[in-house]
């Protein structure tokens, strides 16, 4: 993968690598909160679907959640075969399983229905 900064030197884990002008790390593109529910259970929310990003090579293009259809307020029950209890065992099961250009599978709650969405991981910069 050449890229405008330089191509990867490297990769320093399954999920990581270098280029000439920083990490290139896997990009999901939202962000969510954790609420609890009546019965206290926490649940993982949508909070914020990031629609344009810039890819390491400078392309301006959809984010991964706005093209799998995710939207603001979903709650994450699964995500890449896994059962999400909490933020913990999402942030583990993102580390462990988002790999840039991989696709994975996800259910979330809208509106009191089951929703199956398949999101592929992008890419983007980290310094």
Do not use: W
């Not at 990031?50 to 890819?55: G, R, V």
């Not at 709650?75 to 790999?99: E, Q």
Request: glycine letters at 8%; proline letters at 3%; charged letters at 20%.
């Amino acid at each position: 993968m050449s890229t405008r900064c330089g191509t990867p030197r490297f990769a320093s884990s399954h999920n990581v690598s270098l280029s000439s002008c920083g990490i290139i790390k896997p990009y999901l593109g939202f962000s969510v909160i954790v609420n609890r529910d009546a019965n206290s259970s926490m649940r993982i929310i949508i909070k914020e679907i990031i629609s344009i990003y810039k890819t390491p090579e400078g392309e301006e293009v959809k984010g991964p959640a706005l093209t799998a259809g995710l939207e603001v307020g979903d709650h994450i029950v699964r995500f890449a075969g896994y059962t999400v209890t909490d933020l913990a065992a999402f942030n583990a099961i993102v580390s462990r399983h988002a790999r840039v250009g991989v696709e994975l599978r996800m259910e979330v709650v809208r509106n009191g229905k089951t929703v199956s969405l398949k999101i592929q991981v992008g890419s983007r910069l980290s310094s």
